[in-house]
């Protein structure tokens, strides 16, 4: 029987004699028998339900923790134990990190060892608290096997194939010519005798992590014609402005129309669409592509003069045309 129902049972007695005497009390039609008899019951069974109710909720999570604790607890996709993560058990919170010692400390303790004859267990003690004596063993097999007392650098893995000179300059070749390819950059590098001479191959990943490193990535080629920034075009652009200022200078107001030509095609759509993974992004266009159309406009101060299409290009003509007709 559990152990909760004790109280039930040590105050039956009592129950019962209090039950008996409502009974009495009610065949005699007393009511102050029975009013003097009912509170108290009920108080009584109010309290023991309650400390019932308590205890046996109490019992059920220390037995509940007590399962848990002995990993007795099955859960659902495993057995008992500590909860599992991914990738195996969960590692133990508990597990003591690993001490980093100073090269100070490291010369400290192969005097101690060395010089003085102190034995480990003393050394670790005087140099500094809670070293473990393996510590300082680790650190005297290493000075008698490496002669080292500093701490290994740490590294692994290969070295670099490149040094920071190097890398700016395979930077200087994307920015000297922007068209540039990653095997055409390989080639360079591999066929030069003064900047990469002591590197005798090198791979386009590392040519393009290498890129990536140093924030060069691949975008759309943008076309400049050679003769836009030439000598002479400076110089008319130079003079352009004199001209400009002068007039913007001088007492009488002057005012400014600007005119401009720009070429298109009706049939002309977009490059880039979207579709489903494995079908093609398609659009319906003209079967004949059809002549070019040409618009010229002029703006001013007030806004714009005017503007003219025409089928074909803009010429000498067609701005007397347009302009003084």
């Not at 010369?107 to 510590?135: C, K, W, Y």
Request: charged share 20%; net charge positive; glycine share 8%.
């Amino acid at each position: 029987m559990n152990h909760s129902l004790c109280p039930w049972i040590s105050n039956l007695t009592d129950c019962c004699l209090v039950i008996c005497k409502l009974h009495i009390a009610a065949r005699a039609f007393n009511p102050e028998i029975l009013i003097a008899n009912c509170f108290p019951l009920m108080i009584t069974i109010s309290y023991h339900i309650s400390r019932t109710v308590f205890e046996t909720l109490h019992c059920s999570n220390m037995e509940q923790d007590r399962l848990v604790g002995r990993g007795n607890l099955h859960r659902r996709g495993g057995g008992g134990g500590a909860p599992r993560q991914r990738g195996g058990l969960q590692r133990s919170v508990g597990r003591r990190q690993r001490t980093i010692i100073s090269n100070e400390v490291r010369a400290i303790i192969v005097d101690h060892m060395v010089n003085r004859g102190f034995t480990m267990a003393e050394a670790a003690r005087l140099v500094q608290p809670n070293l473990q004596r393996s510590t300082v063993s680790s650190i005297i097999r290493t000075f008698h096997q490496e002669n080292r007392i500093n701490r290994r650098q740490p590294g692994g893995g290969r070295p670099r194939v490149l040094t920071d000179q190097q890398e700016l300059a395979v930077e200087e070749m994307v920015r000297a010519r922007n068209d540039i390819r990653l095997s055409e950059i390989k080639q360079a590098i591999e066929n030069s005798n003064d900047t990469f001479a002591n590197v005798p191959s090198i791979s386009l990943p590392t040519m393009s992590r290498l890129l990536k490193k140093h924030q060069v990535s691949m975008k759309q080629i943008y076309l400049v014609p050679f003769e836009r920034n030439n000598v002479r075009v400076k110089q008319l652009r130079s003079e352009y402005i004199q001209r400009v200022m002068e007039l913007d200078a001088a007492v009488n107001h002057h005012t400014y129309i600007f005119v401009d030509e720009a070429g298109f095609n009706l049939a002309k759509t977009t490059c880039r669409g979207r579709n489903l993974i494995g079908q093609r992004a398609t659009i319906q266009v003209p079967g004949q592509r059809g002549g070019n159309i040409s618009m010229c406009a002029a703006i001013s101060e007030d806004g714009v003069v005017g503007c003219t299409p025409v089928l074909g290009s803009y010429n000498t003509e067609h701005l007397i045309v347009v302009f003084f007709k």
